[in-house]
């Protein structure tokens, strides 16, 4: 509206000068006229001034509006992963706790057999791991399991049957010292022999042929060092690995391994 009228008001004026100037009005009152469409011609430039600064905020406030939006969406996808990320990570921790549990009833359960030296309970690789010596088991280049070798895995089967939905590897281990003899051609086949041997007495034992695996890994998963006595002596073992079950393991998204 105040744009309007100062035009008007321009329009009139001039109109008034030039006319006023042709009929002969005053000089006093035609100075006073000039002033006033100065004025109002500088109101006017003033206005559209107002008026393309005002266009210019309102772009730059759609704008801002439009980006705003964006980072609200782009918010939103982050808080929905967040909080993927947070239930991943109480899912991990229950599992872990699970875990651990699993775990701490092993040692209690067998607290008097790894006091007593025959065994020893740990962690290798992200697995629990039951570990005997094959001093306690066999005889040097030997299958058959000796009377106190029976005797404490017959200790360990009564534990094991316990565990419920886990499988078991018997792993059997030797040093790097080589086997040549007419029924062992290499360690590979003296570990595993060892490791089917174990497999077989924990069946007749009662665990669950179901959840036995053996395997032999002859002298390539050392925890010594071969070039001493103590390592080799550490290194001739067998292992009885309990096995992550299908929910321990990591999730990988739709189409992995196409």
Same mark, same amino acid.
């Given at each position: 509206m105040r744009r309007t009228i100062s035009t008007f008001s321009l329009l009139a004026l001039a109109t008034a000068l030039v006319f006023g100037a042709a009929c002969g009005i005053p000089e006093e009152q035609h100075n006073a006229l000039k002033k006033d469409l100065a004025r109002i011609r500088a109101e006017l430039a003033k206005t559209k001034g107002d008026l393309s600064k005002s266009q210019g905020d309102n772009k730059r406030l759609e704008?801002?509006?439009?980006?705003?939006?964006?980072? +609200? $969406?782009a918010l939103a996808k982050r808080l929905?992963?967040?909080r993927k990320e947070i239930e991943q990570l109480r899912r991990a921790r229950a599992l872990e706790a699970k875990r651990l549990a699993t775990f701490r009833k092993l040692l209690s359960r067998l607290r008097k057999m790894i006091d007593s030296g025959k065994l020893e309970v740990t962690t290798r690789k992200g697995r629990m791991i039951v570990k005997? +010596? $094959?001093?306690i088991l066999f005889d040097p280049g030997k299958t058959k399991l000796k009377k106190d070798g029976s005797a404490a895995l017959k200790e360990l089967a009564a534990v094991l049957k316990e565990i419920d939905k886990r499988d078991f590897l018997v792993a059997g281990h030797t040093d790097n010292v080589p086997?040549?003899?007419?029924?062992?051609?290499?360690?590979w086949e003296l570990?595993?022999?060892?490791a089917v041997q174990v497999v077989k007495f924990l069946q007749r034992q009662g665990v669950d042929p179901k959840h036995l695996?053996?395997?032999?890994?002859?002298?390539?998963?050392?925890?010594?060092d071969n070039s001493t006595k103590d390592g080799k002596r550490s290194n001739r073992r067998i292992e009885i690995v309990l096995m992550p079950n299908?929910?321990?393991?990591?999730?990988?998204?739709?189409?992995?391994g196409k």
């Open positions: 704008e801002e509006k439009a980006a705003l939006g964006g980072q +609200k $969406d929905g992963a967040t005997l +010596k $094959d001093k086997i040549r003899t007419r029924r062992f051609r290499s360690n570990s595993a022999a060892r695996a053996a395997a032999g890994y002859s002298e390539y998963d050392p925890v010594g299908i929910e321990e393991l990591p999730r990988f998204g739709k189409g992995f």
